[in-house]
């Protein structure tokens, strides 16, 4: 596509000089190291107003991001030579033409070449409401012909199902759980976000905005991100009708609390089990519409495939994981809320079933994934305490409202911790390193995530961990118990120097605010947090990548959409607590069922789509090859056996910190696990029953390839921001430093069968609302 | 309404409640009554004869707890059956003692053994009586009560056999009346309340009508 | 530690099953009970059998998947916990443990120790929810206050995790517990009052065509649910049922 631009410049003696701009594709697909070519022409005036062409210049290219105001000083890029008489004056008209190219190449839409991330015209607060004026829209007649998929039923896919069946559509909604209630959205503690400021502490849209930008390490996208504030408020509204019970101040009205990375209140909570909450809400809007026939639930079902007929997303391929059988189920359009891919490291908070399949079907069929290694490492989690270990279980981030965190001063202190010769509780305060209060005074035990980890790991690395292992720090409550004690003494007119009497009000106060974390920790550990500092470390608990989506959460398969935990767009290179339930519901109830409509308008005469058709019956024909492949192995080790290596290399390699060497020698470890893995798989059984351990080796399959494609991202990213930490790029106090100059993009990978040689697209992160600043917590 | 509201579980167990109730009623006046044979065999006579003349109590309440009485052991009956079809398969091992009070577990054979008690209770004194009066058309003894009472209680194996089945009526309504309140709804608030009164009233009832067949029988 | 263990093997739906026993060595008391079940499974595996399926997924109790009946109590001996938060410290050195499946007609057998709990759903589905349709343009999430402790007690009741151990452990295979407790989350809020008699009888009428016993008040369910869910929900029900059968 050719377009072309003319601006004439007078000069002050008649002479004047044209310029066009030759664009070889759409404006707005240009990306910034493309270049523009610019062609030039001198007039020189021959009387009467008429100018005759003194010169042509066969055309000047410049790369998009390298036009600046001294673009004509660079010799090779401007044809005027000091030989020329008027070189001179040439030069002072060229000088003026600069600078109306600079704010012209500006204005181009950067983008990014095949990624055309379709961010709406208009100033940031208003591009959502632009956008939603201007799609199109479908009738609810029509809607009504119109089936949509969707593949998980938590947050995002409970409440995208429910509202796209609310609007009209027919959605056919898959899950692996034997329930739509158990999507491990449920598993979510802390809260959720949202810029209600009831609390009245100065907080707002932009924010919350701001902070999930910092927060993100500037890694996310403007507009998806003040998006995501914008209709946070309406979530809370939207749970509180649903019956969604919120925890309540005494007068009646929603309580708050802080969580990490900032200085408001605006986390909404229900106890620490928020995301029950709210996963129930969703899950309850799903059953209203089921019991209208609008919503056909498909639970025990995994997705295998995706379908794509004349390059649209048709349907998917399904195994019923009771009965083994592969199945078609075709659509106008499918969207993906399948989670994230956590589970990769084996021990995670993630729940069991937890997998990156779907995504990575998807992905093989031509959506790009992006920033796969930006994985968020949980700071406050029970540690491992063995071998057999199954799974990791999450310790709320509101706990660090009421807990400090430390490790003792001293080495030899660590040292008789760890062989049991000395209790917590008789460290002598002064003989405590609250490293986090240390280090940050100004977020102190609040803190971000990925800063509050990597505080962590630094102090055990150093040798103050405090567990067996050596990997554990103290999250101490005795400080708050005290305070909570003593004003509810004083609020119920009680002896303030009664220690015991103190104690045990504190605890209540404690209690009625973490209760079942507390219960669940000891459970677990076999000890009282309440009269024993809790021993926490982090753990791998939410993954920022994930597929590629555009403003309208559409994948790069036209037809095939990405929401919650399984797209990557909002949160950057690090997830600020409480977020992700903002992100999933958000994605869900508001935003997905106003751009979706905007690509199904086309379908309104589609009808229906037979699921027998070729595309269909070779799809599923692949899946039931690939099942064949692994179920003929017949080798000598479990699923479990390979699982668990492929989590230790990436833990070991490819975790809370990474370098270059570590990451190359984690592809080849993989590489080599992978073909083990195809040729000493054991699966028992067969196929057409009730399965696990397939189902679980199909999965893992997946993982293999991601787990080669996450060290690919790591190792070329070379820098340190959010969760990704490089060791190479940290300065003197540790801290990670990021590259904006080069790195301020969008890492989108293309797959390719040798995942080494995986295809990266860069998609140009713009900031025009805030500065790029080093992301300081002190 | 009713009949929807008597079709559903929920239903079903109120009116289990409520005749569970209405007999509690029946049994605490029973047992004001029967205790007065103790101290006074004047006021037991007129008591008795007062009920078993007036056409009140004769002709309309006694219908009606005979109905009750029915209605409570048929509906236990098929509530128990349709429970037991709720589960086809058993468990191997089944620790019920662990989670609930056993009196609560056996409420069917509690009531069966009352419900054989309460055969033999009608052999005893309810058919004589009903012959005495409307069949064999004996003439009116307002006297003739008390002694009739006495005279039952002679024999150990009845007596014997009347405080087993007491102790049953007593873990039948341990858990029954505490049960009732609580399907009619009452609040947790007062449940420990409840329980006490509800353990209280089971065995006190009970064991005033064991002293009283006892005091007869060693009496005289 | 070694453990004798008794596991209700099942191939599917229609087969009969019967109790299967394994034995089963050094198991450490730290390891989790769903752990010790791993273990044994890649015991099995290893040596060429059919490995004991099990429903589990978050393993952090509360997802409410796992679903065992341990010993003849629902998630085991331990109170107030899954099976997935059961440690293997609450047995000894030479335990016998039986390990069965949830028993219900409403619940059937899938394989094993898995079995089929849409009904839950399908109960759910019956009223389980408050209808207004989510486009977030509602009321302001303050404009109804509402009292702290009717607030706390529609959360105490919403805390249900629908694992079915109310069902499991009832003599009667009742599921009460469950329905009194969703039907309460919702009677107890403004916003849930509009539609509470409808919701009351649907939800009842559907927990009744599931084929679930009638409860006798014996209160195993309370003692077993890992989220202690009151029996006061239960009482409420009664009376909010009684209630609304009269008005229709």
Not at chain 1, 114 to 121: A, D, F, Q, R, Y
Not at chain 2, 164 to 169: A, G, K, Q
């Amino acid at each position: 596509m050719t377009g072309k631009r003319c601006v004439i410049i007078f000069s002050a003696r008649m002479k004047k000089i044209t310029y066009s701009l030759n664009y070889r594709k759409p404006k707005n697909q240009y990306f910034d190291h493309d270049e523009l070519v610019v062609c030039l022409r001198y007039y020189h005036s021959i009387g009467n107003g008429k100018y005759k062409v003194t010169k042509k210049s066969t055309g000047i290219k410049c790369k998009l991001e390298d036009w600046d105001t001294d673009w004509h000083k660079s010799n090779n890029r401007h044809p005027i030579k000091s030989s020329d008489p008027d070189y001179l004056e040439k030069n002072t008209l060229l000088k003026n033409l600069s600078v109306e190219l600079h704010s012209h190449a500006k204005n181009i839409k950067v983008s990014n070449g095949v990624l055309n991330s379709k961010i709406p015209e208009g100033s940031l607060d208003m591009k959502w409401t632009n956008h939603k004026n201007n799609v199109r829209l479908v009738s609810p007649a029509n809607k009504r012909n119109i089936d949509v998929i969707v593949v998980g039923t938590g947050l995002a896919g409970g409440s995208a199902s429910a509202t796209l069946a609310e609007q009209g559509y027919n959605v056919k909604a898959f899950c692996f759980q034997d329930s739509s209630r158990r999507a491990h959205s449920i598993a979510a503690q802390g809260g959720i976000n949202a810029a209600k400021n009831y609390q009245g502490d100065g907080d707002s849209v932009y924010r919350l905005f701001y902070d999930t930008i910092k927060g993100g390490d500037y890694r996310s996208r403007e507009a998806n991100v003040y998006r995501l504030a914008e209709v946070s408020t309406s979530i809370i509204d939207q749970c509180v009708a649903q019956g969604v019970p919120f925890a309540r101040e005494y007068g009646g009205l929603l309580d708050n609390r802080s969580f990490g990375g900032v200085l408001v209140s605006r986390t909404f909570y229900a106890k620490g089990q928020t995301g029950q909450q709210l996963l129930l809400g969703a899950y309850s809007a799903m059953n209203r519409q089921i019991a209208r026939g609008k919503i056909k639930m498909y639970s025990r079902h995994e997705m295998m495939d995706i379908v794509i007929i004349d390059g649209k997303a048709k349907g998917i391929i399904t195994r019923n994981l009771v009965t083994g059988e592969i199945e078609s189920h075709s659509a106008h359009a499918v969207v993906l809320a399948s989670g994230g891919y956590g589970n990769l490291f084996y021990l995670s908070t993630n729940a069991m079933g937890s997998n990156v399949s779907a995504a990575w079907k998807v992905h093989k069929k031509g959506a790009f994934f992006a920033n796969p290694s930006f994985t968020q490492i949980h700071p406050t989690c029970i540690p491992v305490s063995g071998d057999y270990q199954s799974k990791l279980t999450l310790m709320s981030e509101s706990l660090r409202n009421d807990g400090r965190i430390w490790v003792p001063k001293k080495l030899e202190d660590a040292k008789k911790i760890r062989n049991n010769i000395l209790k917590p509780t008789d460290v002598p305060e002064d003989d405590r390193d609250y490293y986090l209060e240390r280090r940050y005074p100004a977020f102190g035990n609040l803190v971000p995530r990925d800063v509050a980890s990597r505080a962590a790991k630094e102090r055990c690395d150093s040798g103050y961990g405090v567990n067996k292992t050596g990997e554990a720090v103290f999250l101490d409550f005795s400080s708050s118990i005290i305070r909570y004690g003593k004003e509810k003494a004083l609020v119920k007119g009680l002896d303030v120097n009664d220690l015991n009497l103190i104690k045990s009000l504190g605890e209540d106060v404690i209690k009625a605010k973490y209760g079942n974390l507390f219960q669940m920790y000891e459970k677990i550990v076999d000890q009282d947090p309440y009269k024993t500092p809790m021993m926490i470390y982090p753990a791998v608990h939410y993954t920022m990548g994930g597929l590629w989506v555009d403003y309208n959460l559409m994948t790069t398969i036209p037809g095939c959409y990405a929401i919650g935990e399984a797209n990557f767009s909002d949160h950057g290179a690090n997830r600020l607590g409480a977020s992700a339930l903002m992100q999933g519901l958000a994605d869900g109830y508001f935003v997905l069922p106003n751009t979706i409509n905007d690509f199904l308008a086309d379908d309104i005469k589609t009808g229906p789509i037979d699921n027998e058709l070729p595309e269909f019956t070779q799809a599923k024909k692949s899946v039931e090859d690939s099942i064949e492949k692994l179920m003929k192995i017949n080798g000598t080790k479990t699923v479990d056996y390979f699982h668990k290596k492929l989590g230790k290399i990436i833990w070991n390699n490819c975790g809370m910190s990474r370098n270059s060497v570590d990451l190359k020698s984690a592809i080849k470890e993989i590489q080599k696990l992978k073909k083990q893995f195809y040729s000493d798989l054991l699966i028992p059984g067969d196929q057409f029953s009730f399965n696990e351990p397939l189902a679980k080796a199909l999965r893992v399959a997946d993982f293999m390839e991601l787990g080669e494609l996450f060290a690919l991202d790591a190792l070329k990213r070379n820098e340190s921001c959010g969760g990704h930490f490089r060791e190479e790029f940290q300065t003197k106090e540790g801290e990670a430093m990021r590259n904006d100059e080069e790195f301020t993009f969008v890492s989108a990978w293309e797959y390719n069968k040798v995942i080494e040689n995986s295809t990266l697209h860069k998609e140009k992160l713009l900031f025009d609302n805030v500065e790029l600043k080093n992301r300081s917590y002190k | 309404m009713l009949k929807k509201l008597f079709n559903s579980s929920i239903g079903r167990k109120i009116a289990m409640a409520l005749s569970g109730i209405f007999l509690i009623v029946f049994l605490t006046q029973h047992f004001l009554i029967n205790i007065t044979s103790v101290f006074s065999d004047s006021l037991f006579n007129w008591l008795s004869h007062f009920m078993g003349t007036n056409p009140l109590v004769q002709f309309v309440l006694q219908p009606i707890l005979i109905a009750g009485v029915l209605f409570h052991f048929v509906m236990g009956f098929i509530l128990d059956y349709q429970n037991r079809k709720a589960r086809p398969v058993n468990y191997a091992v089944f620790s019920g003692s662990k989670n609930s009070l056993m009196v609560s577990r056996y409420m069917i054979l509690s009531g069966t053994v009352i419900l054989s008690f309460l055969g033999l209770h009608f052999y005893d004194f309810w058919i004589p009586e009903m012959e005495y009066k409307y069949i064999e058309f004996k003439p009116d003894d307002p006297n003739r009560y008390h002694h009739e009472l006495v005279e039952k209680f002679q024999d150990p194996i009845k007596v014997v056999f009347y405080c087993i089945s007491f102790v049953f009526l007593a873990l039948h309504l341990v858990h029954g009346l505490a049960s009732s309140t609580q399907s009619l709804g009452t609040s947790n608030r007062y449940s420990s309340l409840i329980k006490k009164i509800s353990y209280s009233f089971g065995i006190f009832i009970p064991l005033g009508f064991c002293f009283i067949a006892i005091y007869h029988f060693l009496s005289h | 530690m070694k453990l004798f263990l008794k596991i209700w093997r099942q191939k599917d739906s229609k087969e009969k099953g019967k109790i299967v026993n394994y034995e089963i060595d050094k198991i450490s008391e730290d390891m989790s009970f769903l752990e010790m079940m791993d273990v044994l499974n890649e015991k099995i595996v290893l040596n060429g059998g059919d490995p004991v399926a099990f429903d589990h997924d978050c393993r952090e109790g509360i997802c409410g998947s796992c679903s065992m009946f341990i010993n003849g109590e629902p998630h085991g001996p331990d109170r107030g916990v899954t099976t997935c938060q059961l440690h293997m410290r609450k047995f000894k050195d030479g335990d016998t443990i039986y390990i069965e499946p949830f028993r219900s007609r409403a619940f059937p057998i899938i394989k094993d120790l898995v079995v089929d709990r849409t009904a839950f759903d399908r109960i759910q589905q019956a009223g389980g929810y408050i209808s207004i349709n989510t486009s977030g343009n509602t009321l302001d999430a303050n404009t109804i206050p509402i009292e702290k402790e009717n607030a706390d007690k529609a959360f105490d009741a919403a805390t249900c995790i629908g694992c079915g151990a109310c069902v499991a452990t009832c003599k009667n295979s009742s599921a009460m517990l469950f329905v009194s407790a969703k039907v309460s989350q919702f009677s107890l809020l403004p916003q849930g009052k509009v539609e509470a008699t409808d919701r009351v009888l649907n939800m009842v009428k559907q927990m009744d065509l599931e084929g679930f016993g009638n409860c006798t008040n014996t209160g195993a369910c309370h003692v077993e649910c890992p989220k202690g869910i009151s029996l006061d929900y239960i009482a409420k029900l009664n009376t909010e049922y009684a209630k609304a059968s009269l008005k229709k």
